[in-house]
């Protein structure tokens, strides 16, 4: 009979993808679906540290959901901020809800919004 302890031992120092390898072995070869097995080798894994890092979202859409009372001062900024020209930032502003701009570095995002919500503005990051 094999020794338990030592499958066991080997079992939880498995990496996630080993992890998902032996899944797929177990169900094409053997007929087993092993999914909260599989779960259930993993979480010992993640809980000594031994995940990948969540990585950190950089790019961001700005998202205008309405240009509040102070409609005539967000499409100035607007067009200052997105170097546009006057009837293309009031065509953005009044088709509120829209992205303003897409897949903006984090701190250029966060400076726009800020700006545009001490005006009035009702934005988003997304």
Known sequence: MAD???LAEQLVNLTVKEVSELADILKSDYGIEPAAAAVAVAA???AEGGAAPVEEKTEFDL???SAGANKLQVIKL???KL?????DAK????????TLK??????????LKA???EIGADVDLK
């Open 115 to 117: 700006a545009l919500v």
């Open 102 to 111: 897409s897949a903006m570095p984090k701190a250029d995002a966060e400076a």
């Open 91 to 98: 065509a953005l502003v009044d088709g509120a809800p829209c």
């Open 63 to 65: 998202v205008l959901n």
């Open 78 to 80: 607007v067009k200052d």
């Open 4 to 6: 338990l302890k030592a």
């Open 44 to 46: 010992p894994v993640a």
């Open 83 to 87: 170097s546009l020209g006057l009837g």
